[in-house]
Nanobody, 114 residues
Framework: VQVVESGGGSVQPGGSLRLSCTAS????????MGWYRQAPGKQRELVAW???????DYIDSVKGRFTVSRDNAKKFLYLQMNRLNFEDTAVYYC?????????WGQGTQVTVSS
């Protein structure tokens, strides 16, 4: 099972990015899923989550700016990020919402700088 995140990049404050996540040969997309991020010198944190059914949710600092969605048929998870700010700079990962986690991918770097 290989999880692959993509879509990161460098943007100015206020900019937008759309992250994607896919996993071949995986049961990942049958599970509740989440987007995580790890900023330099900090622990990995859960940012947004989407159950197989039910409501999405977010940490307070990204509510109203980030939107998580999934396409189970195509096995893709997305994170639309708007109004990015410096504090959003991190490597972003996707995985299941609860442990045991699948093997972590390499993540995708998001850098917000002026």
């Amino acid at each position: 099972v290989q999880v692959v995140e993509s879509g990161g990049g460098s943007v100015q404050p206020g900019g937008s990015l759309r992250l994607s996540c896919t996993a071949s040969g995986s049961t990942l997309f049958r599970e509740d899923m989440g987007w995580y991020r790890q900023a330099p010198g900090k622990q990995r944190e859960l940012v947004a989550w989407i159950p197989t059914t039910g409501k999405t949710d977010y940490i307070d600092s990204v509510k109203g700016r980030f939107t998580v969605s999934r396409d189970n048929a195509k096995k893709f998870l997305y994170l639309q990020m708007n109004r990015l700010n410096f504090e959003d700079t991190a490597v972003y990962y996707c995985n299941t919402l609860f442990s045991p986690y699948h093997s972590w991918g390499q993540g995708t770097q998001v850098t917000v700088s002026s």
